[in-house]
């Protein structure tokens, strides 16, 4: 099978049931998901060099539900019963969320990206998880999309801001504080 199919040069894509311009608010939205998979994917890594198997497991995980993420806003024509992406996986994040961030201390003033090589590694799935959401919002405003990736999206970059404090604290690493910041969390 060869990898190139010439069928893209002229500036369109395939989607499920349908070919559109590759700057297609859905192509957009489903490409940025496609990144931050990448990113995530190289989090992976790091938390398996760090040894923290949890994170590592959430991380693979995760991978694979972004990918159902892009392939349920890639159909032209929506139909609820090929979706992928559930409550249920929003409600497991939100666990994942409440249970590392037990282990994280108090949070008082603006966390500046950054610390471990893991934390700065999650900092940026957080920051192009945020665009994805933003993007999907863009995309929702004007198809029908599945609800559930947006929400799934919102709730994905608390997850990583509450993974990146956790990988600092297992590193033994503090977060990095905004110095201009007062105590704004109490």
């Given at each position: ?95 994942w969320i409440d249970e590392l961030e037990m282990e994280n201390p108090p949070i008082e003033r603006f966390i ?75």
């Amino acid at each position: 099978m060869k990898v190139y199919t010439k069928t893209g040069d002229k500036g369109k894509t395939s989607i499920i049931g349908g070919r559109v311009s590759k700057d297609d608010p859905r192509i957009e939205a489903y490409g940025t998901i496609d990144e931050l998979n990448s990113f995530t994917g190289q989090a992976v890594f790091l938390a398996k060099e760090a040894g923290f198997k949890e994170l590592y497991e959430q991380l693979v995980e995760i991978q694979h539900e972004l990918f159902d993420c892009g392939s349920d806003l890639a159909y032209a024509k929506q139909d609820e019963n090929k979706y992928k992406v559930t409550a249920a996986m929003i409600s497991k994040l939100e666990k994942w969320i409440d249970e590392l961030e037990m282990e994280n201390p108090p949070i008082e003033r603006f966390i500046l990206p950054g610390g471990s090589g893991l934390s700065s590694a999650l900092h940026v799935c957080r920051t192009v998880c945020r665009r994805a959401e933003r993007l999907t919002v863009t995309l929702w405003r004007t198809s029908e999309i599945n609800s559930q990736v947006r929400m799934y999206l919102n709730r994905l970059s608390d997850y990583f801001f509450v993974a990146a404090r956790n990988a600092n604290v297992r590193s033994g690493v503090p977060d990095v504080e905004y110095v201009r910041s007062g105590k704004v969390f109490r």
